[in-house]
């Protein structure tokens, strides 16, 4: 998985509270990434980070917050957790932006149930 | 809209087979195209990326096509092994902003 971990990799919240995933990289790539990934669904942007400190929205971006302090650390976080909210989330990384000739690499996913 | 869409949705096959797994957009203007291989509860992992410019592009196994007229594009596993039973996720680049249109996938299972 191109020394990219998540953490956790698997978690059952309530619904309400508050969650934080983890990624973490070793390859010192630019750009990180989070996405959602639900059935009969392609994988759907939630956040990308451009550099420390610099983030933006994707297309799913309500309801997470995502900082990132350090090159190898992007943090997702779900300030109240919702049951539409259950999903597999992965976290991606590329050394320029998305869509361009550079290919992306993919963490193992973090599998989040929110009851 | 900027869409791409995969067919079949899934497809079961024996093993040692050939199949052809396609993908339609409408994503423009067009940057490049991506096919990749999602094993079951693994993160996506890159077979190919193809630009305007190239129609065929090979990885082991793996051909991947494109015709950028008819926006249309497959990928073509020859001699099927258990181990490509997998998801395969077409993703398509827009030159616009670099947002990546990802495909729905085609699940294929690969049967002994």
């Known amino acids: 998985d191109a020394g990219i971990t998540q953490s956790p990799r698997h978690k059952v919240t309530e619904t309400g509270t508050p969650v934080t995933l983890r990624c973490h990289q070793t390859e010192n790539h630019r750009y990180m990434y989070w996405y959602r990934q639900d059935p009969g669904h392609g994988l759907r942007l939630i956040h990308y980070?451009?550099?420390?400190?610099?983030?933006d929205k994707g297309e799913v971006s309500d309801g997470y917050s995502v900082s990132r302090s350090k090159t190898e650390d992007f943090l997702l976080t779900l300030e109240s957790a919702t049951s539409s909210q259950t999903s597999v989330y992965f976290c991606?990384?590329?050394?320029?932006?998305?869509?361009?000739?550079?290919?992306?690499?993919f963490g193992p996913g973090t599998r989040l149930t929110v009851t | 809209k900027n869409q791409v869409e995969q067919s079949p949705q899934s497809l079961i096959i024996l093993e040692g087979k050939n199949c052809t797994l396609q993908c339609n957009y409408t994503v423009s203007p067009f940057s490049n195209l991506r096919w990749y291989k999602q094993d079951t509860g693994r993160g996506p992992v890159s077979l190919t990326i193809?630009?305007?410019s190239e129609n065929t592009k090979s990885n082991g196994r793996y051909t991947a096509t494109l015709d950028a007229d008819t926006k249309q594009s497959s990928l073509h596993i020859t001699a099927s092994q258990l181990s490509d039973s997998a998801s395969y996720i077409c993703?398509?680049?827009?030159?616009?902003?670099?947002?990546?249109?990802w495909g729905a996938g085609t699940k294929l299972i690969i049967k002994p």
């Open positions: 991606a990384i590329s050394e320029s932006m998305a869509g361009g000739p550079n290919e992306q690499y």
């Open positions: 980070s451009y550099g420390v400190k610099d983030t």
């Open positions: 993703v398509v680049s827009g030159d616009s902003n670099y947002q990546l249109i």
């Open positions: 193809m630009t305007f």
